[in-house]
């Protein structure tokens, strides 16, 4: 998970939004749990302005609150 957020971060800094998003699902899907790290990640400030970026966010609070199995 940490490489994942590790790489999206890096994808970021470099332009490739696209990927860097890709890479931020899969860490969400893996189970990153910390909306408050992406928002405040300069580096991730770029993709902050793309739905899908919110869209994470809302899946990460969407976790946090989903009853456990």
Do not use: C, W
Request: proline share 4%; charged share 25%; no cysteine.
């Amino acid at each position: 998970m940490d490489a994942n957020y590790q790489y999206a971060d890096a994808l970021a800094v470099l332009g490739r939004n696209d990927a860097a998003l890709d890479h931020l699902e899969q860490t969400v899907k893996l189970g990153f749990s910390d909306a408050d790290q992406l928002t405040a990640d300069d580096n991730l400030k770029p993709l902050q302005k793309d739905p899908r970026f919110q869209a994470l966010l809302d899946q990460i609070h969407k976790n946090q609150t989903a009853p456990s199995k």
